[in-house]
Nanobody
Framework: QLQLVESGGGLVQPGGSLRLSCASSGSTLDLRSIAWFRQAPGKEREGISYIGSSGGITRYADSVKGRFTISRDNAKNTVYLQMNSLKIEDTAVYYC??????????????????WGQGTQVTVSS
């Protein structure tokens, strides 16, 4: 069973940056769709970024567009989420998710087979 492991979360001040990593136990070349989701306390899980197999197609939620950048390094079997200009409202547990197939709704949770356990990001002064 393929596993995804997130890392890179932590405590950061507003305006700061973090880079999250999602390491796959298998080859990311086999994962056509990879996305980042987040869930804040009391809120629904929100899809925030998606990347296709070659990295040429990306999608972002309006809430993070222009601040976050998703990328993938298939040689390292890792996907990254560079988060800049962090806001207090970015505080959440961040999850990566993946599928071997294309998903109908890249920022929706349905269609993703594999999920990581999450990494906490806290933005606070």
């Amino acid at each position: 069973q393929l596993q995804l492991v997130e890392s890179g979360g932590g405590l950061v001040q507003p305006g700061g940056s973090l880079r999250l990593s999602c390491a796959s136990s298998g080859s990311t070349l086999d994962l056509r769709s990879i996305a980042w989701f987040r869930q804040a306390p009391g809120k629904e899980r929100e899809g925030i970024s998606y990347i296709g197999s070659s990295g040429g197609i990306t999608r972002y939620a309006d809430s993070v567009k222009g601040r976050f950048t998703i990328s993938r390094d298939n040689a390292k079997n890792t996907v990254y989420l560079q988060m800049n200009s962090l806001k207090i409202e970015d505080t959440a547990v961040y999850y990566c998710a993946a599928s071997r197939w294309s998903v109908y709704s890249p920022l929706g949770p349905n269609g993703y087979t594999y999920w990581g356990q999450g990494t906490q990001v806290t933005v606070s002064s």
